[in-house]
Nanobody
Framework: QVQLVESGGGLVQAGGSLSVSCAASGRTFSTNVMAWFRQPPGKEREFVAGINWSGGRTYYADSVKGRFTISRDNAKNTVYLQMNSLKPEDTAVYYC???????????????????WGQGTQVTVSL
């Protein structure tokens, strides 16, 4: 069992920055690949960024590459998403997810992830 809890969401003006965190508990050694997804209002959930266990491999959606940075601190059982140069279209509920089956391959499909957090709202105003 893995429990994931996001925090750090909020309201920010366009062009600003925000960092969200995901704290893992339980069988944290199983969180081989971690990822962030987001779901804008009225739209499907989409992949944002992923990271492998060591942190040596990351992958980003084209829409956020160059603006967002995913990282992890395994000693703290925490995954982070630093979001810079935020745009109104970044407004969404942001979810963290854990893939316990893959060691190095970062999947983008939501059905490949085994555990999910409750989500945290990020709102970017004009």
């Amino acid at each position: 069992q893995v429990q994931l809890v996001e925090s750090g969401g909020g309201l920010v003006q366009a062009g600003g920055s925000l960092s969200v965190s995901c704290a893992a508990s339980g069988r944290t050694f199983s969180t081989n690949v971690m990822a962030w997804f987001r779901q804008p209002p009225g739209k499907e959930r989409e992949f944002v960024a992923g990271i492998n266990w060591s942190g040596g491999r990351t992958y980003y959606a084209d829409s956020v590459k160059g603006r967002f940075t995913i990282s992890r601190d395994n000693a703290k059982n925490t995954v982070y998403l630093q979001m810079n140069s935020l745009k109104p279209e970044d407004t969404a509920v942001y979810y963290c997810a854990a893939d316990i089956h893959h060691n190095v391959v970062i999947k983008t499909e939501i059905d490949k992830y085994d555990y999910w957090g409750q989500g945290t709202q990020v709102t970017v105003s004009l």
